[in-house]
């Protein structure tokens, strides 16, 4: 049977309490460090690279197989330099509306270190689309974009873990594509979006044959 075990506090904090190869796969989406207005959360760090650097080493410690990490953009030349990951992901999101230097911006890198279980394709495709449930989380990512990744990285019956679980994607996802999922969220209130939207993932699965209601 999956479970779901959800953190409100710092991921430094918590990573350092997880054993060992715990762990099978970790999907996350960290902040980038360019002045996004988080709740309660000061994203210009002047240490964000030695932060960046500690949180990997816990993930790679208790981690038994590949880490995907969003890390954005404008941070691809710095996650070269704290860690260079095994291999580039692209996530694709069609007809996106942001810009960039030469006009739209469609795509976004994710490192991945590690390898996945099986064969993939290296590009993820994850349309940004109106979501009611992702109300009150500034950058939330699309169900896609966890869906794809869990499936790649992961197989049935594993457990996943994402230390920056804001809006909770990466825990809808695993509820849905039968994973065990392990989220971590330093802001209460997205820690809030979070649980209600994995809570109403999970209460939508079809019941075990044999449970009576």
């Known amino acids: 049977m999956t479970t ?11 990573l350092k309490t997880l054993p060992d ?12 460090n360019v002045g996004l207005n988080y709740a309660s959360y000061e ?13 990997l080493a816990e993930l790679q410690r ?14 691809l030349g710095l996650w070269a330099t704290i860690a260079p990951p ?21 795509w976004e890198p994710i490192a991945l270190y590690g390898k996945p279980r099986k064969a993939v394709c290296d590009v993820i495709r994850a349309t940004i ?3 009611a449930s992702l109300a009150g989380h500034p950058c939330p990512k699309p169900l ?3 869906t794809r990744q869990v499936e790649m ?9 994402d230390p920056f679980m804001g809006s909770g994607t990466t825990g809808v996802a695993c509820v849905q594509t039968g994973r065990s999922f392990i989220g971590v969220e330093i802001d209460p209130t997205y820690y809030a979006i979070a649980e209600r939207r994995i809570a109403e993932a999970r209460a939508q699965l079809p019941l075990p044959i044999g449970v009576a209601t």
Not at 62 to 75: D, E, T
Not at 89 to 103: D, E, I, N, S, T
Not at 153 to 161: F, I, K
């Open 86 to 106: 095994t291999w580039w992901l692209a996530w694709w999101k069609p007809a996106a509306m942001g810009r960039c230097v030469v006009g739209f911006n469609n």
């Open 129 to 131: 689309k109106p979501d």
């Open 43 to 55: 994203d210009r760090r002047a240490d964000y690279a030695e932060w960046c650097a500690a949180w």
């Open 62 to 75: 208790l981690c038994a197989g590949p880490i995907a990490i969003s890390v954005g953009q404008s941070n």
């Open 153 to 161: 990285l992961s197989l049935e019956g594993a457990t996943v873990l």
């Open 4 to 14: 779901v075990t959800l953190y409100q506090g710092d991921c430094l904090d918590v």
């Open 21 to 32: 190869g715990s762990v099978d796969a970790v999907v996350t989406d960290p902040p980038y």
């Open 144 to 146: 896609e974009w966890g």
